[in-house]
């Protein structure tokens, strides 16, 4: 489509990187800014701004936050000896909306995927590992999606941890195979956490 302006093209260029948003969604949207008011669009432009430049990630569990150690991690009223693993940091919002897990997270920050590359290395996995040497962690649950990658990555933590005697659980699942973690409702990841089986149940050995 040829578009009567190089600023708009490039605006529609830029919008339509956004995961899920095409060329004709981009430049109704391109077009839909210029017809707001232009403090408005100074926000929009203001707020993403600031989000890439001071977003952290907590130096304990990688989640998202505005300190250098998360509101969950140094909320004193959580368990510190349960850690939930999870993917990403839309696991730890879904879980949290179930208001039912009074522990920790640990953020992988992806799954181990040989095919796109990804590897052991490449996600927080040592830092876990080195949070259970400490020896304060009594229960690591994992919570990963329920797909080959994800099975396999629980696979690879577990081996690296199994001689501490922690326990180790997985999310029941409720969860059905395949699903993605944050698109389970409430009641069902809430019940899935509760209804958790030792992860040894589901190992075929
Ligand atoms: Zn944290």
Known sequence: MELPSKLLEKAVSEISQLPGIGKRTA?????????????????????????????????SCYNISDNEICEICSNPNRDESIICVVEDVRDVMAIESTGI???????????????EGIGPSQLNISTLVDKINLGEVREIIFALSSTMEGDT??????????????????????IAVGDELEYADEVTLGRSLINRIPYENGLKI
Do not use: W
């Open 101 to 115: 897990f009074n522990g920790l997270y640990h953020v992988l920050g992806g799954k181990i995927n040989p095919i």
């Open 153 to 174: 990555t629980n696979f690879y933590i577990y081996k690296q941890i199994k001689d501490s005697k922690i326990k180790t659980s997985t999310i029941a699942r409720g």
């Open 27 to 59: 430049l109704r949207l391109a077009l839909h800014l210029l017809k707001q008011p232009e403090d408005q669009t100074q926000m929009l432009s203001n707020a993403l701004t600031s989000l890439r430049e001071n977003v952290k990630y907590c130096k």
